[in-house]
């Protein structure tokens, strides 16, 4: 049972991830470039904590000064991977599977902005679509998480908010594993205006929201999954 449960354990850590690369205008940054990485790929799962708009706290994040110009009316990719140092083969465990999610707001200082409060809108989302989950389509796409970036939104720094959220344990409330990382984000070619209904984070989540309480092994290819947070911003 003791063997049992050290299996258990280390097939749940391998299970982490982090988004740990960004790549725009046709651009691959390298690792951590204009990211807040931790070092440790563990989840967020108080929902409540400040550690839900960036990570840190529990999984302390790596400052970083580069800010990464993206053109309006593109699509992004947030590469996942399981730590640092694995590649396209090693993203994350297929067991944890549940929804991806994107979120930009707009800041004065990306680099110093804590992502902390509101000015948050989605902009990417997918959840569960005929037996197939949104991480489970980053997961054989290498870890690739598409993210496409407004046209009508105004030309400045941004923080761009990537992320997975794992449902294999979302049974009882807090036991939702999420996963996010900030990039700093310099976006040009807008034009337009932040949208008026945004969120905060904390505060865009309940513990009882029915995308982060959930038997995910109940359900059947036809079911439906209300992915949590608002509706993603369209032009």
């Known amino acids: ?138 997961i054989s796409n290498g870890g690739e998480h598409y993210i496409d970036i407004p046209a009508c939104i105004p030309e400045g720094q941004y923080l761009l908010r990537a992320e997975m959220i794992a449902l294999h344990a979302a049974g009882s409330p807090g036991g939702a594993q999420l996963y996010m990382e900030c990039a700093q984000i310099n976006i040009v070619g807008g034009s337009g205006s932040v949208p008026s209904s945004t969120v905060s984070f904390p505060g865009a989540y309940s513990p009882n929201d029915p995308g982060l309480l959930i038997n995910i092994y109940s359900m059947s290819p036809s079911s439906s999954y209300t992915i949590p947070g608002p509706p993603v911003f369209k032009c």
């Open 1 to 138: 049972m003791k063997a049992l449960s050290l299996l258990a354990a280390a097939g749940a850590v391998s299970a982490h991830t982090i988004f740990v690369q960004l790549e725009a205008d046709g651009t691959r940054y390298p690792v951590s470039y204009g990211i807040r990485d931790p070092t440790y790929d563990g989840p967020i799962t108080d929902v409540t904590s400040n550690d839900v708009a960036c990570n840190g706290g529990p999984n302390p994040t790596t400052p970083s000064s580069d800010v990464i110009t993206v053109t309006a009316g593109t699509t992004v990719k947030a590469i996942w991977r399981h730590t640092l140092q694995s590649g396209p083969d090693d993203v994350m465990d297929a067991s944890h599977k549940g929804p991806t999610l994107a979120y930009i707001k707009k800041v004065g200082d990306a680099t110093k902005d804590s992502g902390v409060g509101g000015g948050w809108f989605k902009i990417q989302e997918d959840g569960y679509n005929n037996g197939q989950w949104g991480t489970s389509t980053v």
